[in-house]
Antibody, heavy 121, light 107 residues
Framework: QVHLQESGPGLVKPSETLSLTCAVS????????WSWIRQPPGKGLEWIGY???????YYNPSLKSRVTISVDSSKTQFSLKLSSVTAADTAVYYC???????????????WGQGTLVTVSS | DFQLTQSPSSLSASVGDRVTITCRAS??????LNWYQHHSGKAPKLLIY???NLQSGVPSRFSGSGSGTHFTLTISSLQPEDFATYFC?????????FGQGTKLDIK
């Protein structure tokens, strides 16, 4: 059973960089996309972006200028960096595995339970 | 971006009830629509993919239908563990987008 676990600081100051890591266990990191998704309090989910095990990345245009997703296959983990944060970046951040089938259908088939990051001075 | 609008935003029901949640897309997304269940504080769970396909291990009381811009998730007979938030997600095009969620609670 694949398990994902987010980790990182729960409090980040405005204008600084938010950094989170997602540890993957119970399965290989190879041959999958790995994604970050967030949910601000009281709002819907927002896809941040994803990375293939080889390092290719795809970001939400709304966040692209501030986002970096990277992967460390040797440690079976991937990471998120979001720069120049403001209070609007306060959210529960989830990591998830992307399953792609031969017909092009993609799903987030495994998720972490999420970690709350608050942006405040 | 493809906007997804779910209705209702909240729903009260009883064990044994049949419930239906709707997800409407701003443009046609064919059948690139997935449904998830989320219990607060836990990892979201994939229920239905490609509009109508049951994910492995998901009980058969869950079903999905639709194509184009109109989709539904139906739970045929609510069980106590089904009280949660449900959300839809489109994978037709990036950026992937989600519905705002439907919170299902006990009447």
């Amino acid at each position: 059973q694949v398990h994902l676990q987010e980790s990182g600081p729960g409090l980040v100051k405005p204008s600084e960089t938010l950094s989170l890591t997602c540890a993957v266990s119970g399965g290989s990191i190879n041959n999958y996309f790995w994604s970050w998704i967030r949910q601000p309090p009281g709002k819907g989910l927002e896809w941040i972006g994803y990375i293939y095990h080889s390092g290719s990345t795809y970001y939400n245009p709304s966040l692209k200028s501030r986002v970096t997703i990277s992967v460390d296959s040797s440690k079976t983990q991937f990471s998120l960096k979001l720069s120049s944060v403001t209070a609007a970046d306060t959210a529960v951040y989830y990591c998830a595995r992307v399953h792609s089938d031969p017909d092009g259908f993609q799903t987030f088939d495994y998720w972490g339970q999420g970690t709350l990051v608050t942006v405040s001075s | 971006d493809f906007q997804l609008t779910q209705s209702p935003s909240s729903l009260s029901a009883s064990v044994g009830d049949r419930v239906t949640i709707t997800c409407r897309a701003s443009e046609s997304i064919a059948n690139y629509l997935n449904w998830y269940q989320h219990h607060s504080g836990k990892a979201p769970k994939l229920l239905i993919y490609a509009a109508s396909n049951l994910q492995s291990g998901v009980p058969s009381r869950f079903s999905g239908s639709g194509s184009g811009t109109h989709f539904t998730l139906t739970i045929s007979s609510l069980q106590p563990e089904d009280f949660a938030t449900y959300f839809c997600q489109q994978s037709y095009s990036t950026p992937h987008t989600f519905g705002q969620g439907t919170k299902l609670d006990i009447k």
